[in-house]
């Protein structure tokens, strides 16, 4: 394990900039991750290690199979810990790891499929993708305008499934294509004068578009897809938040 004794470490400075730069994780195909939770669930999904950093006096036996799987491993003193990490409090272990790549492919044998059509807020995505992973949906569709799911504010928010859960990045028009080829009638989650309820179409085999926070679904998604639908509410609320209402659709679409 190497001793980091500078801010001008290289180690640091790519953690750090992995937190920061959206750009800079596209190019490297890493992401940050943090915690002894997530460096568990990395390990256990296979996921590809490169850098580890432990604060000083911190150990686990998972930083052993970190090394042991290829990782390089560095520690540091508190002040130059924090510099790596995104969060006011960091934890004892900050790594980075290769993004997951999924392809379009990964929708040929999706028979639930949920689209996110400008969904930009980060804790939002991240949540919507461990409830997607956690009721073991087929994939989700990152469409124009969406958050970068990669960016450590989503991965802390997935809590592991961004490890495992298919997630494509797939212009909505490519994606609807596609999904139609498979055999998947598309639906649009809007407040329409022939919108019908959410439980009153087939799920088992569908794909459900959900839009962004302030705006809903595009014109281009409501153009694309074969129906709308609502989620029922009997209060004087008029929208749900975007995470709500997908995990409402998705416990919908595989109950």
């Not at 195909?29 to 943090?34: D, I, R, S, V």
């Not at 009721?135 to 569709?141: D, P, R």
Request: charged share 25%; proline share 5%.
């Amino acid at each position: 394990m190497i001793e980091i004794q500078s801010r001008q470490n290289a180690a640091l400075k790519h953690l750090a900039r992995l937190g920061r730069e959206r750009k800079y994780r596209r190019s490297t195909g890493e992401m940050l991750c943090e915690g002894e939770k997530m460096l568990g669930e990395a390990l256990r999904s296979g996921a590809k290690l490169k850098t580890v950093l432990v604060r000083d006096g911190w150990d686990s036996p998972l930083v052993k199979e970190a090394e042991e799987q290829g990782a390089s491993l560095y520690s540091a003193p508190d002040a130059l810990f924090k510099l790596a990490s995104e969060v006011e409090t960091p934890q004892n272990v900050i790594f980075s790891c290769e993004q997951p790549q999924w392809t379009a492919d990964a929708l040929d044998g999706a028979g639930q499929v949920l689209l996110l059509d400008g969904l930009q807020d980060p804790g939002n995505l991240g949540t919507i993708l461990r409830t997607a992973e956690a009721f073991a949906l087929g994939a989700v569709v990152l469409c124009e305008g969406c958050a970068d799911p990669f960016s450590p504010k989503v991965v802390r928010s997935t809590m592991g499934a961004v490890f495992r859960l298919p997630c494509v990045t797939l212009p909505l028009a490519e994606a609807a294509e596609r999904l139609h080829k498979n055999g998947l009638p598309l639906y649009a989650t809007a407040l329409h004068e022939d919108s019908v309820p959410l439980s009153s179409v087939s799920l088992s085999k569908a794909a459900v578009i959900i839009g962004s926070e302030g705006k809903g679904v595009t014109e281009q998604a409501l153009r694309l897809s074969d129906r709308r639908v609502i989620i029922p509410m009997k209060g004087r609320a008029e929208s749900l938040n975007a995470g709500v209402a997908a995990a409402i659709v998705i416990y919908e679409m595989t109950k």
